[in-house]
């Protein structure tokens, strides 16, 4: 089982991103997708999460408006669409599955997790 994370770099202030998250070695769709970050010194923090077929999408307060997530399962891919990015932005950006379940707002929730992708966001 494997997530990978990608797609991150520097950006201006107000500036537009969009990361994606590639899976493999488990069926793709059984799975709902969740994305996390982590700033340097504090703690993971959940972004939002897509459920299994995306119909359903739920995000944290600080993003809504701002950032998208959609998934293509034909391509075992999961995408975090951001814009009007802002310093506090920041972040490691992580993907992470959860089985048969729309993960919360926890990490606990989920059984698998991809390694990081930075964003830095310059003001």
């Known amino acids: 089982v494997q997530l990978q994370a990608f797609g991150g770099g520097l950006v201006q202030t107000g500036g537009s991103l969009k990361l994606s998250c590639t899976a493999s070695g488990f069926t793709f769709d059984d799975y709902a997708i969740g994305w996390f970050r982590q700033a340097p010194g504090k703690e993971r923090e959940y972004v939002g999460t897509?459920?299994?077929?995306?119909?359903?999408?739920y995000y944290a307060d600080f993003v809504k408006g701002r950032f998208t997530i959609s998934r293509d399962n034909a391509k075992n891919t999961v995408y975090l669409q951001m814009n009007s990015l802002k310093p506090e932005d920041t972040a490691a950006y992580y993907c992470?599955?959860?089985?048969?379940?729309?993960?919360?707002?926890?990490?606990?929730?989920?059984?698998?997790w991809g390694q990081g992708t930075l964003v830095t966001v310059s003001s």
């Open positions: 897509i459920s299994r077929f995306g119909g359903s999408q």
């Open positions: 992470a599955a959860v089985y048969l379940r729309m993960g919360g707002s926890r990490a606990a929730d989920y059984d698998y």
